[in-house]
């Protein structure tokens, strides 16, 4: 009796990563904006920005929108 083997043919695939959407946030909604709502700012602008950008890099997403409430104070001691 010869025995015989069913051999297929496969492409490499290109791209090894299984989820061809580049954005590193997992569930991307649609027509959304990200928000940071900030309390007081006291003329602490700059290090509320940094803190955003540190946000914005670990999370893999952009702020769009950041909400200033109670004091702001852009130049504070002055």
Same mark, same amino acid.
């Given at each position: 009796?010869?025995?015989?083997?069913?051999?297929?043919?496969?492409?490499? +695939? $290109? /791209?090894? +990563?299984? /989820?061809?959407?580049? +954005?590193?946030?997992?569930? $991307?909604?649609? /027509?959304?904006?990200?928000?940071?709502?900030?309390? %007081?700012?006291?003329?602490?602008?700059?290090?509320?920005?940094?803190?955003? &950008? &540190?946000?914005?890099?670990?999370?893999?997403?952009?702020?769009?929108?950041?909400? %200033? %409430?109670?004091?702001?104070?852009?130049? &504070?001691? &002055?």
């Amino acid at each position: 009796m010869a025995s015989s083997t069913l051999e297929t043919a496969s492409e490499p +695939n $290109p /791209n090894p +990563n299984p /989820n061809p959407n580049p +954005n590193p946030n997992p569930n $991307p909604k649609p /027509n959304s904006i990200n928000v940071v709502v900030e309390g %007081c700012a006291h003329g602490e602008l700059d290090a509320i920005y940094a803190s955003i &950008r &540190r946000i914005e890099e670990v999370q893999g997403i952009t702020v769009d929108l950041l909400i %200033c %409430c109670g004091d702001f104070q852009a130049i &504070r001691g &002055r």
